[in-house]
């Protein structure tokens, strides 16, 4: 099992950043890499952005350019950068554990959710 803990979540204005941060801890030699997911209300659960271990990432065409994804292995600790954000960014981000090969990402462990809300 892994276990996540998130943070950095909040209410931000229109234009403005926030970063979120996501630490694993427990088995982390069953994953590959982690990601972030995003859920608006009514809206579908969405992958935002995913790194490897290695350092590669992918980024949803829908915020690239103003977010980013880092890792630092060293702490088992994902971020998410987010810059320029809009309204339409409110949603419960959720960090995730998984695997990714060449081709996509594959979900497995969940954490919490922390709630990101944009105001004009």
């Known amino acids: 099992q892994v276990q996540l803990v998130e943070s950095g979540g909040g209410l931000v204005q229109a234009g403005g950043s926030l970063r979120l941060s996501c630490a694993a801890s427990g088995s982390i030699a069953s994953i590959n890499a982690m990601a972030w997911y995003r859920q608006a209300p009514g809206k579908q659960r969405e992958l935002v952005a995913y790194?490897?271990?290695?350092?590669?990432?992918n980024v949803a065409r829908s915020v690239k350019g103003r977010f980013t994804i880092s890792l630092d292995n060293a702490k088992n600790t994902v971020y998410l950068h987010m810059n320029s954000l809009q309204p339409e960014d409110t949603a419960v981000y959720y960090c995730?554990?998984?695997?990714?090969?060449?081709?996509?990402?594959?979900?497995?462990?969940w954490g919490q959710g922390t709630q990101v809300t944009v105001s004009l």
């Open positions: 995730n554990a998984g695997n990714a090969n060449s081709y996509a990402y594959y979900s497995n462990y």
């Open positions: 790194i490897s271990q290695g350092g590669t990432t």
